[in-house]
């Protein structure tokens, strides 16, 4: 059993407040988080139920033009534009009177992520922490994203698929830690959309991943889906050569290349394969490995709960994938939250802060509050956790 | 090769406090090529001083410019959140 009350909230109050700051990537996110004080907590393994408020949520991104990617100096310093803007902005739809009397703790992303951008937050965090006398919490991101996606679908002990721009894991609890169980062995699948993206010149607002996502759904001939390399190795997976694959196949089709077989019909030259149907065959290809390896996970853990995270978790045909394969399985169920907490953002950031501060671990030094663009889920030492 | 180019910022705040805070904030980030470039940070009074080292100007510009930038950031916490 866990007490998450080890740490009693400020000034005798009866509940806790954390602000939380994100910009591993290119989504800046500020947030504020309330856990009320209830007894429940003192002896229990409730961490998925804090009956957590989420007073204020703001993001913004930082989007580049149609084909370009975020280079971290840009990023670094759409940032450092709004980072104070922002946090001001949270405090007060927040309803915080004084922050320096209000706030218990204030988290920030420690890593993994950019090293630019995760500095640029890092140093008002800081400067936060010594003019209001409050103290900090590092966050390892993917641990932001598992905690706010059992706090609010309320999955106790699932299965994580944690599937970003950055980072594609398979990851279960036990024993005090989230283990991996299988990832990419090169690109992440969010990167390996943003790049098609990119070489379709499609817009990256909102998000190059949703615009994929909508053209696959008008693709005019589903039934006859575009091969490509199906890579997975052992609970790993690799994306790199579908990416150059899917690539190539779309600038034969941009160049009207009639040799190319696979696009053009052999004695016609008539063309048999749209954009849209590019689209929608790397999202199933791709899909169809993540819940391969995810399904070998939960047999693994004899688990029948998935939560899905991560920026490409708000993919509704993933969603339709792997709801597919927990009916198969006996009663599983997939638990998914939309774009508000799925896609990275403060309010993640701060209640999986607030579990570690409510057990007691704050920074003690400022050495300890240097960010890191390595930072693997399994060095977190899930304190409250049981 | 020696860090023979150096600069120093002298960067007034309103209070003694912020001053310090300036240092603190600034102080724990490692130097990715120590070898090529130095900062050191202190604070007196009002004044936080900050000296850099380096072996070319040009490692020593796209230094302190970094540095600048971050400056730039508690400054603007300082005023909008205090």
């Known amino acids: ?132 006398d409050v103290p900090l919490v590092g966050v390892n991101h993917c641990i932001g994203h598992i905690e706010m996606g059992r706090e609010i679908t309320k999955a106790q002990n699932p299965v994580v698929l944690y599937v970003s721009g950055g980072n594609t894991q398979v990851i279960a609890y036990s024993e005090k830690r989230y283990r991996i169980f299988g990832e990419t062995l090169d690109i992440a699948i969010g990167n390996c959309l943003d ?28 039934d006859a889906l575009v091969e490509l390399p199906y890579t997975v190795k052992g609970m790993d997976l690799s994306m790199s050569g579908i990416l150059a694959s899917i690539d190539s196949l779309a600038k034969d089709l941009f160049k009207g290349n009639k040799k190319n077989k696979i696009l053009f019909d052999r004695q016609t030259g008539e063309q048999k394969v749209t954009v849209e149907d590019l689209c929608y065959s790397l999202q199933e290809n791709l899909f169809a490995m993540l819940v391969e390896i995810t399904e070998r996970a939960m047999a693994h853990v004899n688990s029948n709960q998935v939560l899905i995270v991560g920026g490409v978790g708000c993919n509704v045909r993933l969603q339709e994938m ?7 399985r006996a009663n599983g169920q997939v638990h998914a939250t939309d774009n508000r907490f799925c896609i990275d953002n403060g309010v993640m950031i701060a209640q999986a802060g607030l579990l570690e501060y409510r057990m007691g671990g704050i920074v003690k030094d400022f050495s300890e509050t240097i960010v890191t663009q390595k930072f693997r889920t399994d060095e977190v030492y899930a304190a409250w956790r049981d | 090769m020696p860090l023979d180019h150096t600069l120093e910022l002298k960067i007034p705040f309103e209070t003694e406090k912020q001053a310090s805070i300036a240092t603190k904030v600034l102080s724990p980030d490692p130097i990715l090529k120590p070898q090529d470039f130095q900062a050191d940070y202190s604070s007196e009074n009002n004044v936080m001083l900050a000296r850099f080292r380096s072996i070319d100007d040009r490692v020593l510009r796209v230094g302190v410019s970094s540095v600048i930038d971050s400056i730039k950031t508690i400054i603007e916490t300082m005023d909008e959140l205090s």
């Open chain 1, 322 to 328: 792997m709801a597919q394969m927990c009916k198969d």
């Open chain 1, 1 to 132: 059993m866990v007490n998450l009350n080890t740490v009693a909230p400020k000034n005798n109050r009866d509940y806790y407040i954390a602000l939380g700051l994100e910009g591993s990537a290119n989504k800046l996110g500020v947030g504020v988080v309330k856990h009320p004080l209830l007894p429940k907590h003192a002896n229990s393994d409730l961490s998925y139920d804090c009956e957590a408020e989420m007073l204020s949520n703001i993001r913004d991104t930082y989007v580049t033009p149609p084909g370009e990617g975020f280079l971290p100096r840009d990023t670094a310093r759409h940032h450092r534009n709004w980072c104070v803007r922002l946090i001001k902005q949270a405090i007060a739809e927040a309803g915080l009177q004084d922050p320096a009397l209000d706030i218990d703790v204030i988290c920030f992303t420690r890593g993994p992520g950019m090293g630019a951008p995760l500095h640029s937050v890092v140093v008002a965090a800081r400067t936060c922490s010594l003019l209001w």
């Open chain 1, 195 to 222: 790049r098609f993206a990119r070489t379709l010149k499609i817009p990256n607002e909102p998000s190059p991943g949703y615009n994929i996502e909508q053209l696959a759904r008008s693709a005019p001939h589903k």
